[in-house]
């Protein structure tokens, strides 16, 4: 009679064969490190053609770079008394934080103030109501609200404070709308994260509601509530078309908040379609991208310092 027993050969080939579990594992890790590598390589390629193209105007047009980074005169196509082209993006780099910051500065409280209360004093309501709202106000598309400035913001600017209606003040507005359900998001997920015990523990020591949420809520969110408001700012520096159509376009130097200016952005969008590849005025707006994306790349480094500390304390 034939012996049907499995030999020690056939055992150690069994116990060696990958499982189609394990089989399907390396796919999966193939497949991950595939779009990383892919991630990596367009983010790589994005930053060397900026930086390439960005470089131009001081290696290629040897325009200095001081004196781009200082000058106030904007126009590169025209050279000034010394020869020198006049390509100085001091008033558009003065505009963009300006507009960054006072945007930032105004939409922080309303933002922090709607996150407490969707969280700690009122969180069925909140959810039922604001958040809703919220989510309906990341959704409106950036045209949307630039048209609305221009029809509303820009007029209300000119009647009240006087000047054209274009400038600071208006693209101010106009951001601080837009970045207020980002803002208001981000600092809702941080009370979020805030451990439930915090609140019971001071509650239990005789503190009142406000005073916890004053004392131990926020200070503990504090991080969150930090990195919220950079990606905030992060994104105001960066929005173009809103900006563009309520700030008024003229790369001066911005003494008030009423007089027209421009920003990194509403300078590239406006002129990136006029000029010939490789020319100066090309280069030199290419030069502008590259601040712009420098300045995102500090923007996304201060959120991780400020993850970091949050994660050590």
Partial sequence: MKNTQPTTADLERQLK?????????VWGRVVSFS??????????????????KGIATFTTNHVNLWDFLTGKDWNPGIKDAHGKPEAGALSMIVGSFLITILSALIATPFAIGTAVFMNE?????????????TELLVGIPSVV??????SVVVPFTRNVFGGSGFGILSGTCVLFVMILPTVTSMSADALRSVPRYYREASLALGATQWQTIWKVVLRAATPGLMTAVV??????????????????NAALMPHTLVDPAA???????????????????NNALW?????????SLVFNLIVRLI???????
Avoid at 17 to 25: G, P, Q
Avoid at 35 to 52: C, E, P, R
Avoid at 287 to 295: D, F, K, Q, R, T
């Fill in 263 to 281: 920003t990194l952005t509403s300078v590239l969008t406006t002129g990136i379609g006029n000029t010939v590849m490789g020319s100066l005025q």
């Fill in 231 to 248: 990606f905030g700012m992060a994104r105001a520096f960066g929005e173009a078309l809103a900006v563009q159509m309520v700030i008024g």
């Fill in 35 to 52: 779009a990383l590598i892919l991630i990596v390589a367009v983010v790589v390629a994005i930053i060397g053609f900026v930086a390439s």
């Fill in 121 to 133: 004093i009122s969180p069925n309501r909140g959810a039922k109501i604001l958040q809703p709202v």
């Fill in 307 to 313: 993850g970091r500390k949050g994660r050590l304390h």
């Fill in 287 to 295: 030069s502008l991208a590259l601040v712009l994306l420098l300045m």
């Fill in 145 to 150: 609200y630039g048209f609305i400035g221009l």
């Fill in 17 to 25: 064969r990958r499982s189609k579990a394990a089989k399907l594992e």
